[in-house]
């Protein structure tokens, strides 16, 4: 999709592919191997990549990672930046290592550790009044045939998850539409049903903050994305890229995906 850069200057969203170790490769050795293996292999320039590594692993990344184009993040912070929150990672931490996105509100947090709407409205504006990049999670409970009942699933999560930013910010968060009934499944969503529901995001984020930024939002993908169906998936223009879990556990896989996103998208 073009959009109009602001001014007069058309320009395209740039496109973004991560992944999250979630709580694999947790040896430090075993996640720089992991790293060594795919850091230098990103050579174009108009894609944003980062790597979420699992928790205990993040610091010995994050310094590996210092100055080069694969960036890093956080899978979590905790809702607010210092203070008695035991067992909690601080966003200060994060910045100070030189990381430079944090994942809120995956549906494992959301399920297992019970993340309220407020708490995750609050790392969402945390992590923008930190100056780093928030990668909200949404995406509906399970498959339904009913668009309008996705619709009002997702505003409702859109409306909660976005409620304490100022609105002229949107557009600096990064969306992650995860069906949760495709993550960790067999098969990813289909790319048409994808499609569909980020035509009912830009929809959302239209009315609720407005047409500039419904265009200028940048939405990704994730659930069961493969080197098999990431071409599909991406080939639709509302696609800004793929959030990737266990099929890019592979070194190769997910250097191939993102080569892929990259001819689809990136022009240089
Ligand atoms: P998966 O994980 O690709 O292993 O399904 C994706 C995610 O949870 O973001």
């Known amino acids: 999709?073009?959009?109009?850069?602001?001014?007069?200057?058309?320009?395209?969203?740039?496109?973004?592919?991560?992944?999250?170790?979630?709580?694999?490769?947790?040896?430090?050795?075993?996640?720089?191997?992991?790293?060594?293996?795919?850091?230098?292999?990103?050579?174009k320039e108009d894609i944003d990549i980062f790597i979420f590594p699992s928790i205990g692993t993040l610091y010995p990344i994050?310094?590996?990672?210092?100055?080069?184009?694969?960036?890093?993040?956080?899978?979590?912070?905790?809702?607010?930046?210092?203070?008695?929150?035991?067992g909690e990672l601080s966003i200060e931490?994060?910045?100070?290592?030189?990381?430079?996105?944090?994942?809120?509100?995956?549906?494992?947090?959301?399920?297992?550790?019970?993340?309220?709407?407020?708490?995750i409205a609050s790392k969402v504006r945390l992590t923008l009044e930190s100056g780093l990049t928030p990668v909200l999670c949404i995406g509906e409970p399970e498959k339904w045939a009913d668009s309008s009942k996705i619709k009002h699933y997702l505003?409702?999560?859109?409306?909660?998850?976005?409620?304490?930013?100022?609105?002229?910010?949107?557009?600096?968060?990064?969306?992650?539409?995860?069906?949760?009934?495709?993550?960790?499944?067999?098969?990813s969503a289909q790319p048409?049903?994808?499609?569909?529901?980020?035509?009912?995001?830009?929809?959302?984020?239209?009315?609720?903050?407005?047409?500039?930024?419904?265009?200028?939002?940048?939405?990704?993908y994730g659930g069961s994305v493969s080197n098999e169906n990431v071409e599909k998936i991406a080939s639709f223009d509302n696609v800004d890229g793929v959030f990737v879990g266990r099929f890019g556990h592979n070194p190769a896989n997910f250097i191939s995906i993102v080569e892929t996103v990259g001819k689809l998208k990136v022009t240089n």
């Open 93 to 119: 931490t994060v910045k100070s290592i030189g990381g430079q996105y944090i994942e809120i509100g995956h549906f494992e947090r959301r399920s297992i550790f019970k993340e309220s709407d407020d708490i």
């Open 192 to 220: 048409d049903y994808i499609n569909n529901n980020l035509n009912i995001i830009r929809e959302i984020i239209g009315i609720n903050f407005s047409p500039s930024a419904a265009e200028k939002i940048r939405i990704i």
């Open 62 to 86: 994050a310094k590996m990672l210092n100055g080069s184009k694969l960036k890093v993040g956080a899978q979590n912070i905790a809702p607010v930046s210092n203070g008695a929150f035991t």
């Open 1 to 43: 999709m073009i959009i109009n850069g602001g001014e007069g200057l058309l320009s395209k969203r740039k496109p973004i592919v991560g992944i999250s170790m979630k709580m694999y490769q947790n040896i430090p050795e075993e996640a720089e191997k992991y790293v060594s293996a795919i850091k230098d292999s990103f050579d």
């Open 155 to 187: 505003t409702q999560q859109l409306s909660n998850g976005l409620e304490e930013i100022e609105k002229e910010r949107i557009s600096e968060v990064i969306l992650a539409y995860e069906p949760v009934w495709a993550i960790g499944a067999q098969e």
